[in-house]
């Protein structure tokens, strides 16, 4: 599976933005799919995921409430809706596909896009 994100952008906090994340080259509905983001210097951090069926989601403490993540399996595109951003939501954001694992550790996704920038500003 190649993944390619994108909407990633500079707002102000308050503001959304909505990343969204293609696949192609197998079968997409196959896989579970998440978001992770990171920092300079710091370690990848979860931030959502989405059963295959995009049924089931889970998501961060820090986000919950705020982002929302869906997909659409027709489309093989995962979306992530972020709203009242924050200065800390600063980050490159990273979507992600896997078959089985544990769905908050990086190590369980077997694919992954090439990140996009979201910058908060205060």
């Known amino acids: 599976v190649q993944l390619q994100a994108s909407g990633g952008g500079l707002v102000q906090a308050g503001a959304s933005l909505r990343l969204s994340c293609v696949a192609s080259g197998r079968t997409f509905s196959n896989y579970a799919l998440g978001w992770f983001r990171q920092t300079p210097g710091k370690e990848r951090e979860f931030v959502a995921f989405?059963?295959?069926?995009?049924?089931?989601?889970y998501y961060a403490d820090s986000v919950r409430g705020r982002f929302t993540i869906s997909r659409d399996n027709a489309k093989n595109t995962q979306y992530l809706q972020m709203n009242r951003l924050k200065p800390e939501d600063t980050a490159v954001y990273y979507c992600?596909?896997?078959?089985?694992?544990?769905?908050?550790?990086?190590?369980?996704?077997?694919?992954w896009g090439q990140g996009t920038q979201v910058t908060v500003s205060s």
């Open positions: 992600a596909a896997y078959i089985r694992g544990i769905y908050t550790h990086g190590e369980s996704y077997d694919y």
């Open positions: 989405i059963s295959r069926s995009g049924g089931v989601a």
